[in-house]
C-alpha cells in the first residue's frame, strides 16, 4: 500500500480566505461527487424537489447552531422532538404508552435498540452474554451493534423465493440460544430486497419466548402506510402488533428529512429506560443522553419537522401514489424482461434484479457510465448478485429513459468479460482457500483492482466481480483495508 512520504501535506491557508475563493474551492470539490440534482441518482439521495428542500433548508439553517445536548437549555428542540416522534408513533399505529427519541440515523437508532434490549435482558433475566438472531436481509447495522455491544449472532437463511424471513427457522435457531436470546430482529423492509418479514409470526414466537422483537422499518416505516393505504397488501408490522418491543424508522430516507433524522420508539418507557445513559462520575456538568450523540446541532430535528409539516398527511399519499406508479412500471417491465428476475416482490418503492444471462456488475457499470447512479449488490447466502434501484420522487420522470438506458446497455454488456484480476482470482480460488489469503495477498489484489491507494482507478464491474467471488469474511477485510487507505492524509 502506500507508505507514508515527506511530502508535506495540507496545513492551515496562513490567512483566512475571502468567500468567493473559498466556495469555488469547494464547487470544484463536487466534480466528481454522484449528480443527484439529475434525479437519475436511485440509491443514496432521496430528493423530495426544489420546493421542499427551500424548506428543510431554511429550517436546518434557523437551528444550525442551536445544541440538542440539555434539552432544558433549548426547549424549542425539545418541543419539535416530542412532535416528531409523537407523529411518527401515531403513523405506526402506537398506542399513548409508546415513547422515542430522535436519532441521527437508522445505525443509531438500531445500536440503541440493541443496548437496549441487551441491558433489559441483563436486568431482567441475567443475561450475562446475550444473542441476536438475525435473518440474512437484516441490515448491517445490527452486525455493528452486535459488534460493539459484544453480543452474539444467530443468523438465518430467509425464504429463497420471496426473502422474507422464515418464521420457522427464526424460531428454531433462537430455540437454540433461547436463555441468551436478547432480540430477535425483522424488516419492513428490508434494504436488498424492499419486502416486508412476516412480523406477526415473528411477534407470535417472540411473545411466547419473552423475546425482545425489533423491526427494522428504517427504510419502510414511513411510506408503507400510504402503500397499504393505496390498496397494497404487507405484513402488519408496526405497533398494532403485540409483541412489536421497538421499531427503527428513518426519517431521511422516505419522509424526506435532511440526513441526521431517524427515531427509534419503544413499546413502552420500561424498555426505553435501558437506551439512556447518565453519568455524575466526573468533574464536569452532570450528563444524561437519551441518545448516542452528545452535543448535537438542532439542524435535523427542525429539518425533520419542518419537511413532515411542509408535505402533511396529504402531501405525503400523493408522493407514495406515484412512486407506486412508478414502482409497478419498472417491476412489470422486468418482470417481461427475458434477461432479467425479479427478487422478491417489492413491497415499496425499491426493485432489485438478477440476470441469469448477463453480468450484472458490467450493467451497473454502463448504467453508471450513462449518467444514472445505480447499486450493485454481491450475492450472499440464497440470494444473487443483483442490481437494487430505489426509486425516489425526483427520479419519476426519467423511469421511461430509465428503462430504454437499461435495454440498451443490457446489449451492451451481454459479451463483457471480467478483466485479469477476476481470472487471476479464480486461478486463486483452485489452489488455496480463499477465506485463508493472506494480507499481502489482498494489497496485491487490491493495487491490482487500481484501488490500492484508497482511490477506485479500475473497472468497478471488476472489483465487484472480485468481492462476489470472495468469502463474505475476507470481503470485509478488503473493504476495511480500502477504508484505511481512503482516509489518508493529503
Ligand atoms: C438505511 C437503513 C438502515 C441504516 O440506516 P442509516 O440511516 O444509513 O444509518 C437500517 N436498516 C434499513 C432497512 C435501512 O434501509
Known amino acids: 500500500m502506500t ?11 496562513a490567512a483566512g480566505l475571502d468567500r468567493q475563493a473559498l466556495f469555488e474551492r469547494m464547487e470544484g470539490f463536487r466534480r466528481h461527487d454522484v449528480d443527484w440534482r439529475s434525479g437519475r441518482a436511485l440509491a443514496y439521495v432521496f430528493d423530495p424537489g426544489e420546493a421542499a428542500r427551500e424548506v428543510i433548508s431554511r429550517a436546518y439553517g434557523m437551528y444550525l447552531t442551536e445544541n440538542g445536548l440539555d434539552p432544558t437549555a433549548f426547549p424549542s428542540l425539545l418541543t419539535m422532538e416530542r412532535e416528531v416522534v409523537s407523529m411518527s408513533a401515531h403513523h405506526l399505529r402506537a398506542g399513548p404508552e409508546v415513547v422515542g427519541n430522535f436519532t441521527s440515523g437508522g445505525t443509531e437508532s438500531i445500536i440503541l435498540a440493541v443496548k437496549a434490549a441487551r441491558d433489559h435482558a441483563r436486568a431482567k433475566r441475567g443475561v450475562d452474554r446475550g444473542a441476536i438472531v438475525l435473518p440474512t436481509t437484516a441490515h448491517a447495522a445490527f452486525h455493528k451493534a452486535a459488534h460493539y455491544l459484544e453480543l452474539d449472532k444467530v443468523m438465518v437463511e430467509v425464504d429463497p423465493e420471496t426473502f422474507r424471513a422464515d418464521p420457522g427457522a427464526m424460531r428454531a435457531a433462537a430455540e437454540e440460544v433461547a436463555p441468551r436470546c436478547v432480540m430477535m430482529v425483522g424488516s419492513a423492509v428490508s434494504y436488498a430486497h424492499c419486502v416486508v418479514d412476516p412480523i406477526p409470526s415473528l411477534a407470535e414466537i417472540c411473545e411466547a419466548h419473552g423475546w425482545w422483537l425489533h423491526v427494522d422499518a428504517c427504510m419502510g416505516g414511513f411510506l408503507l402506510p400510504y402503500f397499504r393505504r393505496l390498496g397494497r397488501q404487507h405484513p402488519d408490522f408496526d405497533f398494532s402488533v403485540p409483541g412489536v418491543s421497538s421499531i427503527s424508522m428513518d426519517l431521511h430516507k422516505y419522509a424526506f428529512a435532511a440526513k441526521g433524522a431517524s427515531v427509534v420508539l419503544y413499546r413502552h418507557k420500561d424498555l426505553r429506560r435501558h437506551q439512556i445513559f447518565s453519568c455524575a462520575d466526573w468533574t464536569g456538568y452532570t450528563l444524561s443522553n437519551a441518545t448516542i450523540q452528545s452535543s448535537r446541532s438542532g439542524g435535523p430535528i427542525a429539518a425533520a419537522w419542518a419537511v413532515m409539516h411542509h408535505f402533511g398527511d396529504a402531501g405525503y399519499l400523493r408522493i407514495a401514489e406515484s412512486l407506486l406508479d412508478a414502482t409497478e412500471t419498472v417491476r412489470a417491465w422486468v418482470e417481461a424482461h427475458p434477461d432479467l428476475r425479479n427478487l422478491g416482490q417489492t413491497d415499496m418503492s425499491h426493485v432489485t434484479f438478477a440476470s441469469d444471462t448477463i453480468d450484472v456488475f458490467a450493467l451497473v457499470d454502463a448504467m453508471n457510465e450513462r449518467g444514472w447512479y445505480v447499486q450493485a449488490q454481491l450475492s450472499y447466502g440464497n440470494s444473487p448478485a443483483n442490481v437494487h434501484l430505489a426509486l425516489t420522487p425526483e427520479s419519476l420522470r426519467h423511469v421511461p429513459r430509465l428503462l430504454e438506458d437499461f435495454e440498451a446497455c443490457i446489449d ?71 477504508m484505511n487507505e481512503s482516509y489518508r492524509r493529503v
Do not use: C, H, W, Y
Open 412 to 482: 451492451a454488456v451481454r459479451d463483457a468479460s471480467p478483466g485479469p484480476l477476476v481470472t487471476m482470482v479464480d486461478q486463486l480460488a483452485g489452489q488455496v482457500d480463499l477465506a485463508r489469503v493472506d494480507d499481502d495477498t489482498l494489497r496485491k489484489m487490491l493495487a491490482m483492482a487500481g484501488a490500492a491507494n484508497g482511490e477506485l482507478d479500475g473497472p468497478r464491474a471488476d472489483i465487484s466481480r472480485v468481492l462476489d467471488r470472495l468469502p463474505p469474511s475476507v470481503r470485509s477485510r478488503v473493504l476495511t483495508e480500502f
Open 3 to 13: 507508505d507514508p512520504t515527506d511530502e508535506p501535506t495540507k496545513t492551515l491557508p
